[in-house]
């Protein structure tokens, strides 16, 4: 009871998930203490409301307002209407994707851009993305497995994160990284895989200037791996690590 | 128009009346503005463009409101802070500064109170809300400014303070009950004809 009792400030900011919300409202029912303490609490809440200083509106505000709610009304609401579409934004990387990036994967192609974009999506959002492009694609695209890597020395602030994409028979490694310090000359981040003690490359890249970067990887046909570290290398073509760990899971 | 209550109004808007809209407008627009003006720290585009939401709500959704559900003005307020939040929030995410999935505040509506009166003239609540406030402590103060001004989530609020998640929702209820406790005995005995 008494920890339930805590939710009542979250139900009345609205900040409880739906279910905790439900679960609040069957107390709320059975509490005599927080029914009594909703009212002024919530009254509480709306009160901080009154906390500002009366401020002239200007002249030709009213007209704007009035315009806008009469004259662009319908425009407005198309146009919300379409802003809140979440499919338009992925269809739109999906045409794209499409026209420019034929030989790689569909839903590889489209997490790169993203990426590019400089959107922060969370594998949440992208199950959603690969969700909606599966319908598109010939084979769906599912992520079998994210993984987050986390900066180490020269590096700690570095982050990243990692996404194995299922695709048919195929599988891909994405990889976007970001704050990765800028290398100098040959230097170049490879990615590592690692089983049983045994490291495979899975490539190399070199940041942006904001340093961030992508890389995506085809592994080998039922190939699978524990681990991915990421090494910054004196030259590209290393077969076993010979720079620093940077990056690992 | 002008003798008709807030209610009355409302009817006329469901009934596409115009000049009740512009009357609501009349009625209401420096509360909504002034509030719109503080929450987007003094942007005048923003703050338009957030009067032009609200209006645009109240004359599109027009039976969200319920008279029996209480108090018109803070329902009013209810929908421009939302409206507020979530185009503070939008920008927010676009900058990429906040990263979390980002819940849709919902309307507060059925849990309206009909005990604050909106007799009560506003001043003497600002300078109530604002004697409240000045007697939280200095984290509790500024939690109820990210929460309610900024528009942060409980959760943003945690990492901006580096302290747990429960910290900061046991600090909330503290605080939320330290402002109701200053408030006890103001409110409800105060009674002003309009
Ligand atoms: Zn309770």
């Known amino acids: ?249 | 128009m002008k003798s008709k209550s807030d209610e009355e109004l409302i009817e006329l808007i469901v009934q596409n009346h115009r000049p009740a809209l512009e009357e609501l407008y009349d009625r209401y627009v420096k509360l909504i503005y002034s509030f719109s003006i503080k929450i987007t720290k003094g942007d005048t585009e923003k703050t338009k463009e957030i009067v032009q939401q609200v209006f645009l709500r109240l004359w599109t959704t027009k039976r969200t409101y319920n008279a029996s559900q209480g108090q018109f003005v803070n329902w009013l307020l209810t929908i421009t802070r939302n409206i507020s939040i979530d185009l503070i929030r939008k920008e927010q995410k676009y900058k990429g500064t906040v990263q979390l999935e980002l819940e849709e505040w919902q309307q507060m509506q059925g849990l309206q109170s009909e005990d604050v009166e909106q007799q009560v003239t506003r001043n003497l609540l600002k300078q109530q809300i604002q004697e409240a406030k000045r007697q939280l402590s200095e984290p509790q103060q500024r939690l109820i400014n990210l929460l309610y001004w900024e528009g942060y989530s409980l959760s943003e609020i945690a990492e901006l303070e580096q302290k747990p998640l429960g910290t900061i929702k046991s600090r909330l209820h503290q605080a939320l009950k330290k402002l109701r406790n200053n408030f006890n005995g103001k409110i409800g005995g105060v009674r002003h004809g309009e």
């Not at chain 1, 900040?15 to 009254?43: G, M």
């Not at chain 1, 809440?45 to 319908?74: A, G, H, I, R």
């Not at chain 1, 976007?176 to 490539?203: C, D, F, H």
Request: some cysteine; aromatic content about 8%; glycine content about 4%.
């Open chain 1, 1 to 249: 009871m008494e920890n339930k009792c805590d939710n009542l400030s979250l139900f009345i900011i609205n900040e409880l998930t739906n279910q905790d919300k439900k679960q609040f409202e069957d107390h709320l029912l059975k509490c005599a203490k927080c029914q009594q303490e909703l009212k002024s609490i919530q009254e509480t809440w709306q009160m901080l409301s009154y906390d500002v200083e009366e401020t002239e509106v200007p002249e030709s505000l009213k007209s704007q307002v009035m315009d806008f709610v009469f004259e662009e009304n319908k425009f407005l609401k198309h146009e919300e209407k379409k802003e809140a579409e979440p499919m338009s934004f992925k269809e739109r990387i999906l045409s794209v994707a499409k026209k420019h990036f034929s030989p790689i994967s569909t839903a590889v192609t489209a997490i790169l851009i993203i990426c590019l974009i400089g959107f922060y999506w969370n594998s949440l959002h992208l199950k959603d993305t690969i969700k909606a492009l599966e319908n598109n694609a010939a084979d769906p695209t599912q992520i079998v497995t994210t993984y987050s890597l986390t900066g180490e020395s020269f590096a700690a602030s570095a982050t990243g994160s990692a996404y194995l994409l299922q695709e048919g028979t195929e599988t891909n490694l994405v990889i976007a990284l970001n704050n990765m310090p800028i290398t100098k000359g040959n230097e170049v981040y490879q990615v590592w895989l690692l089983k049983n003690g045994n490291r495979q490359s899975a490539g190399t890249l070199i940041p942006d200037q904001n340093g961030s970067g992508l890389i995506t990887y085809r592994l080998p046909p039922e190939y699978s791996f524990e681990d991915i570290g990421i090494t910054l290398e004196p030259n590209p073509f290393n077969t076993q690590p010979q720079g620093q760990k940077v990056l690992g899971t």
